[in-house]
C-alpha cells in the first residue's frame, strides 16, 4: 500500500521557538493532505486541509497563523509550530490522498510526538 | 455535518471472545465508513472501509463490520480475540466536500483489552 512518511518522529523545543514537521508521500503523488492533532487519550481532530499549490483550508478554531502549513509540492506538506508553547505538545499526525475522483482513500504517517517546555 | 460515537471508550474481552465494538453515525447524504486501529505512539492503520456494494465488509486481521443503513451503524466484530489486538479503534466517516477531497470525521475511539 501506500506510505506516508513524517519527520521527525519525536521532537523536544523550549516555549517561543518554532517547530516544523514534514510529511512526505513516498511512492505516490498526494495531492491533498490533511494535518490533525490528536491528545492523550483522545480522538484525532483534524487542523487543516491543503491542496498541492494552493493555500491550506483550517478548521474552525485552528489558528492559520499559529500552525502554518505549506504544501509545495505533490509528495510533500509542512506544518510549522510557530512559536510553541507548552499547551501545543501534542501528536501531530497527517495523512495524504491521491486524489481524483469522488473517493480518496487516506493514507496516514506515523505522527509527531511535539513536547515543548 | 456528519459525526460519529462510538460506544464505550473502553471494552476488555478474555482472549478467544467475541470482539464487538460499536459506532453509529449520522449523514445526510451516503457516507463512506472507515475502522482504523492505532497502536501506542504510532499512526493508523486501516482495518477496513465501506463505500458501495456488499454491506459486510471483511478486513484485515480476522475484522469485519456491516453497514447497516436502517440503524446508521458500523460495528467492528471478530469471532476470537487475540492478544495482539490490543489497540485503540477509531470509526470513521467521510465527507464529500464540493471540492472532491474527502474529509474525515473520526469517532472519540475505543480502547480494546485483551485479557489472557
Known amino acids: 500500500g501506500a506510505v506516508v512518511s513524517q519527520h521527525p518522529s519525536r521532537v523536544i523545543c523550549k516555549s517561543g521557538t518554532s517547530v516544523k514537521i514534514e510529511c512526505r508521500s513516498l511512492?505516490?503523488?498526494?495531492?491533498?493532505m490533511f494535518w490533525y492533532r490528536q491528545f492523550p487519550k483522545q480522538s484525532l481532530m483534524l487542523m487543516a486541509t491543503?491542496?498541492?499549490?494552493?493555500?491550506?483550508?483550517?478548521e474552525q478554531g485552528v489558528e492559520k497563523d499559529k500552525f502554518l502549513i505549506n504544501h509545495a509540492s505533490l509528495t510533500l506538506s509542512t506544518l510549522t509550530v510557530t512559536s510553541a508553547h507548552p499547551e501545543d505538545s501534542s501528536f501531530y499526525i497527517c495523512?495524504?490522498?491521491?486524489?481524483?475522483?469522488?473517493?480518496?482513500?487516506?493514507?496516514f504517517g506515523p505522527g509527531t510526538r511535539l513536547t515543548v517546555l | 455535518a456528519q459525526s460519529v460515537t462510538q460506544l464505550g471508550s473502553h471494552v476488555s474481552v478474555s482472549e478467544g471472545a467475541l470482539v464487538l465494538l460499536r459506532c453509529n453515525y449520522s449523514?445526510?447524504?451516503?457516507?463512506?465508513l472507515f475502522w482504523y486501529v492505532q497502536y501506542p505512539n504510532q499512526g493508523l492503520q486501516l482495518l477496513l472501509k465501506?463505500?458501495?456494494?456488499?454491506?459486510l465488509v471483511k478486513g484485515i486481521n480476522g475484522f469485519e463490520a456491516e453497514f447497516k443503513k436502517s440503524e446508521t451503524s458500523f460495528h467492528l466484530t471478530k469471532p476470537s480475540a487475540h492478544m495482539s489486538d490490543a489497540a485503540e479503534y477509531f470509526c470513521?466517516?467521510?465527507?464529500?466536500?464540493?471540492?472532491?477531497?474527502?474529509?474525515?470525521?473520526f469517532g472519540p475511539g475505543t480502547s480494546l483489552s485483551v485479557i489472557p
Open positions: 470513521a466517516v467521510s465527507e464529500v466536500m464540493k471540492t472532491s477531497y474527502d474529509k474525515v470525521i
Open positions: 491543503s491542496n498541492e499549490g494552493s493555500k491550506a483550508t483550517y
Open positions: 465501506y463505500t458501495t456494494g456488499a454491506t
Open positions: 495523512s495524504a490522498g491521491e486524489g481524483g475522483g469522488v473517493y480518496n482513500e487516506q493514507f
Open positions: 449523514s445526510s447524504v451516503p457516507p463512506y
Open positions: 511512492d505516490f503523488q498526494a495531492t491533498t
